[in-house]
């Protein structure tokens, strides 16, 4: 079963503007992790926010986390055309032998 | 940079045929994972390794077997290939944390490009 579940599927933005998507999970996590695939390739990491931390940067990218309510957003600031691409987060939980679980993802358009 | 190679793209195979899908890292990595994505499940791990000859089941690992018989290399092999295994499959290796070990941090993982295999 998936551990990460993304909102929203899919997202369709102007350059510029900025792309929000959430990630719900519904174990205890160790850490949880948001990587990013262009059509047809692998998966490249952004970032990891572990479980005692409750925002994290990284360039254009804002991480946040709050383990009460089991749910963390990926903020990308500025869109370009270049972002375009998928979005998943990965939880690595104890519950699941901290091997990671991903989730669904985010498909995010964004229009030059 | 870390490398992670996987030895085709893309890949037609016939119903019944035994496939290997191959992937070799180049950065001393200790784990190694085998994934396949298919729309909207996301990825689904089927088998990873920790060490040499060391590997684990994943969630779904009906139907496959794999093989790590050195450090950089770790293999899929589909024993009889079905239609229902045709999808995207992805190699990943990561540095330390062994899974399950009390207080193991994953660090990020490392993916090659990926395998398209397709059953007819």
């Known amino acids: 079963s998936q551990q990460g579940e993304e909102d929203p599927q899919a997202l369709s933005i102007q350059e510029g503007e900025n792309a929000t998507m959430n990630c719900s999970y519904k174990?205890?996590?160790?850490?949880l992790q948001w990587y990013r695939q262009n059509s047809g390739r692998g998966l490249v990491h952004l970032i990891l926010i572990r479980s005692n931390e409750r925002e994290k940067h990284s360039g254009r990218l804002r991480v946040t986390l709050d383990t009460s309510k089991k749910s963390s957003s990926l903020l990308i600031t500025a869109s370009r055309a270049a972002d375009t691409a998928s979005y998943f987060c990965a939880t690595d939980a104890y519950a699941a032998g901290n091997k990671l679980t991903f989730g669904g993802g985010t498909r995010v358009l964004v229009k030059p | 940079d870390v490398k992670v190679t996987q030895s085709s793209r893309y890949l037609v195979k016939r119903t019944g045929e035994k496939v290997f899908l191959e992937c070799v890292q180049d950065m001393d990595h200790e784990n190694m994972f085998w994934y396949r994505q298919d729309p909207g499940l996301g990825l689904r791990l089927i088998y990873f390794?920790?060490?040499?000859?060391?590997?684990e089941k994943g969630d779904i690992p009906e139907g496959y077997s794999v093989s790590r018989e050195k450090k950089e290399r770790f293999s899929l092999i589909l024993e009889s290939a079905s239609t229902n295994q045709t999808s995207m499959y992805l190699c990943?290796?990561?540095?330390?944390?062994?899974?399950?070990?009390?207080?193991?941090?994953?660090?990020?993982?490392?993916f090659g490009p990926g395998t398209r295999l397709t059953v007819l």
């Open positions: 174990t205890s996590i160790n850490n």
């Open positions: 990943a290796s990561s540095l330390v944390g062994a899974p399950g070990l009390a207080g193991g941090i994953y660090n990020e993982q490392f």
């Open positions: 390794s920790y060490d040499v000859k060391m590997k």
